[in-house]
């Protein structure tokens, strides 16, 4: 569970709803189905039409990934590519062919299954960059699913608001239906600029941090099963592996 997503929004609703209501305000008054409706159902429209329907499903599943997210221990990793290495010297790359039951990364173990089976080092570093290729074109198109439906919220929010006002324009006759009417038609504006900016925007901005994060140690892992297939020197590897981890730390800084 990310702490820091769901801590995020919550603080954020806490306060504005806090404050709003430290001003005598209630939050009937910004509950209004319609508005959810248009705002929502609005912006996924405009979405579909600019990305294909699979982007558009992969990203709806890739919203827990802003919540909840099991992360790579990328020291353990290192520790046992460095293990595989020590043994596949020791003992040959065939040695490792025991070892597959302990790999629970599915891209780990295909490439340690492409080693062990003798495929050509260059080779082997062909078919794991492409599917790390592969698999990286459409993750990269789910940060950009909530960014344009973040642009694309408080425009529709506007459209509610207009909409609303047009409804209360037809009852200028009872000036105190007209007040509360416009009360009511901004709320479509309020979804919709919350939308963009509480949730949207930064949930772009988090998936594009794991995408980074998981495309490091997908890299990590082709440089490990490619130095043990070449022969390389545990020592050498794993001071070749830590350089990401060295890279990691210094963008998590930036």
Known sequence: MDIASIGGIVLALVAILGAMMMEGGNLGQVTQLTAAMIVVGGTAGAVLVQFPLNVFLAALKGVMGVFLHKGTDSEKLVTQLVEFANKARKSGIVSLDGDLGKVDDPFLKKGLMLAVDGTEP????????????????????????????????????????????????????????????????????????????????????????????ELMVKEMMLEGVVGILEGLNPRMIETKLRTFLAHGAAEAKA
């Open 122 to 213: 260059a080779e082997v570093r062909k078919i794991m960059q492409h599917e790390i290729d592969n698999k990286s074109e459409i993750e990269e198109k789910i940060p950009q699913v909530f960014e344009s439906a973040g642009g694309f919220a408080p425009t529709v929010g506007i459209i509610g608001a207009v909409l609303g006002l047009i409804q209360v324009m037809q009852h200028l006759d009872n000036i105190d239906e007209v007040g509360k009417g416009i009360a009511v038609a901004f709320v479509a504006t309020i979804y919709g600029v919350a939308l963009s900016n509480l949730f949207c925007l930064p949930a772009a901005g988090k998936l594009k941090i794991r995408h980074k994060e």
